[in-house]
Each structure stands twice: as structure tokens, then as C-alpha cells.
């Protein structure tokens, strides 16, 4: 079974600053990895996502992932924060083929300080 | 990617009572749906999977005579959380699997249910 570990559960950071959210995951096989942002009180909404090809992902508002495989990581990094960035952050981890039910990690909260 | 509306956004009940929760996949025909539950400052609980014509099929645990979950069309899943207590207050989440090669998922906007 797969199985997604975030290092930090909180990390403070100052607008402007880059920051890095850490993701490791354990799997005996290939994976889907997908990072999801949810804002107080609301659902959660997919940021990027890795299936194949470049290990570099970016989403449009400037974060980007990379898959390290020999590492099974899938850091998040943004080199400039904004207050608006302040969210709980999800990484994902799915199986290719076999279970299409993502396993999430427990979540790391981005505190950007004016 | 598809839409998915979640209601109410918000729900107070007395102790006893039953709430349903309903999730609609507005653009996409979901043969599946997911039914999630979040504690403070924790991670998603996937409770549920919900198939479309058929029983949901529940995680370990999770009571499935008191979060009752209904399927009974492609755009529709409703999870009834019955003879509700304190301590069922909670966030639920809804979530739909986008087909094709897209391989990614889409929540609801949540539902924060508090029990009295």
C-alpha cells in the first residue's frame, strides 16, 4: 500500500519569501502525484499535478513541483509568497492502475506573515 | 475539469436528528463519488466510495447504517448522516473522479455539519 508523508505540518513564512513544502511518499509501484490547496471553509482544489513526462509541474500561480523518484519526493516550492497564499496544503499520492482512490498526506498549513 | 457543487455549505442540528448532504457533479456524468471527512487540523478520512446504481462501498469503521449514502444518478450523491451526536460534527467533502487521462479529482466545496 502507498502511503504519503508531509514533513511539516506548520510552516511560517514572510510575503515575499520562497518556501517549500515537503512531500515524500512510499510506493512498490509507479505513481500519480498531485499537490491540492484548500482555503478555510472550502473543498479542496487540485494546485499540479505529476503523470508523466518532465519531472518539473507549475501551476499557474507560480508554484512548481518536482518528482525526484530516487528521493520519492514531491516537494512544493514558490520562490515569492503572498498573503493570499496562506491555505492548508494536500499532497496526493494515486497508484497506476490497480486502486484509483488517492491516498492523501496529513497536510502542511502555510502561514505567510505580512 | 469538472464542477462540483456541494449543500448546504453550513448545517446546525439538534442531536437525533438526520441531515443529508448533497453532491452534484454539474458538467461530468460521475459514476463514482467520494465521500470524505476532515477533523481539525487533520488530513481527509475517505469514508466512503459511492457508486452510481449500486451499494456505496464503505472504508473500515465507518458505520454505514448511520452514513447512509445514496447514488441514484450519474449527477447525484447524497450522504444522510442519521441520529446525528456531537461528536459527528465535522467538515464532509464530496469528491468526483475526472475520467479520461486527466486522472485527477475534484472536491466539493465542503460541508460543515455541527451537531447540538
Known amino acids: 500500500a502507498q502511503s504519503v508523508t508531509q514533513l511539516d505540518s506548520q510552516v511560517p513564512v514572510f510575503e515575499e519569501a520562497p518556501v517549500e513544502l515537503r512531500c515524500n511518499y512510499s510506493?512498490?509501484?509507479?505513481?500519480?502525484l498531485f499537490w491540492y490547496v484548500q482555503y478555510p471553509n472550502q473543498g479542496l482544489q487540485l494546485l499540479l499535478k505529476y503523470l508523466s513526462g518532465s519531472t518539473l509541474v507549475e501551476s499557474i500561480n507560480g508554484f512548481e513541483a518536482e518528482f525526484n523518484k530516487s528521493q520519492t519526493s514531491f516537494h512544493l516550492r514558490k520562490p515569492s509568497v503572498h498573503i493570499s497564499d496562506t491555505a492548508e496544503y494536500f499532497c496526493?499520492?494515486?497508484?497506476?492502475?490497480?486502486?484509483?482512490?488517492?491516498?492523501f498526506g496529513r497536510g502542511t498549513s502555510l502561514i505567510v506573515h505580512p | 475539469g469538472a464542477v462540483v457543487s456541494q449543500h448546504p455549505s453550513r448545517v446546525i442540528c439538534k442531536s437525533g436528528t438526520s441531515v443529508k448532504i448533497e453532491c452534484r457533479s454539474l458538467?461530468?456524468?460521475?459514476?463514482?463519488m467520494f465521500w470524505y471527512r476532515q477533523f481539525p487540523k487533520k488530513s481527509l478520512m475517505l469514508m466512503a466510495t459511492s457508486n452510481e446504481g449500486s451499494k456505496a462501498t464503505y472504508e473500515q469503521g465507518v458505520e454505514k447504517d448511520k452514513f447512509l449514502i445514496n447514488h441514484a444518478s450519474l449527477t447525484l450523491s447524497t450522504l444522510t448522516v442519521t441520529s446525528a451526536h456531537p461528536e459527528d460534527s465535522s467538515f464532509y467533502i464530496c469528491s468526483v473522479r475526472e475520467g479520461g487521462a486527466n486522472y485527477g479529482y475534484t472536491f466539493g466545496s465542503g460541508t460543515r455539519l455541527t451537531v447540538v
Open positions: 458538467d461530468f456524468q460521475a459514476t463514482t
Open positions: 510506493s512498490s509501484v509507479s505513481v500519480y
Open positions: 496526493a499520492v494515486r497508484l497506476l492502475g490497480g486502486s484509483y482512490i488517492p491516498t
